[in-house]
């Protein structure tokens, strides 16, 4: 019987130890999609850990930070991911949100201007990029913003709307 449980105890200790970097992700997006981020962020951790160039890994755990309001983190983490692929619209999107949460609108609209540079179709980003205008005083920008990101099917942000009065 001692032999049993102690073969069990170092299977699951080796099972536990045996995890992937694409295991922890996986987990940890789970734990993002149910709104623990804290778990998600230890997950993340670990799975950067096995794999220090998982952009994935990096954009996720920015986006937990985000939610938790550590936007300088989420920067921090929105960067390493650009730094990985430079083509993520997402992550420079991303960023420029963070960006604007700390109230930096000229980094926010530069991170907007890559994102669109990267997918010009990407509506959610215009809004965005005009609320930012709007707060730098540019409403004749925030305005252009708000109807191209309503041409383009989003809803124009009614903070926007106003600057085109």
Not at 112 to 139: S, T
């Amino acid at each position: 019987m001692k032999k049993i449980l102690f073969t069990l105890a170092l299977l699951i200790s080796f099972s536990s130890f045996g995890q992937t970097a694409e295991e922890y992700f996986k987990r940890a997006f789970s734990k993002a999609s149910v709104n623990d981020d804290y778990g998600a962020i230890s997950d993340f951790n670990k799975a950067i850990e096995l794999n220090p160039n998982y952009g994935n890994a990096y954009f996720n755990r920015g986006n937990s930070k985000r939610i938790l309001k550590d936007n300088y983190g989420a920067i921090s983490d929105y960067t390493k991911a650009i730094e990985l692929n430079p083509n993520d619209a997402d992550a420079y999107y991303n960023r420029g949100l963070s960006k604007g949460n700390l109230k930096d609108y000229n980094g926010a609209i530069s991170d907007f201007n890559k994102a669109i540079e990267l997918n010009p179709n990407y509506a959610v980003v215009y809004n965005n990029r005009g609320i930012a205008k709007y707060y730098n005083k540019d409403l004749k920008g925030a305005c252009e913003d708000g109807k191209k990101s309503a041409s383009l099917g989003y809803d124009a942000y009614q903070l926007i709307q106003a600057a085109c009065n």
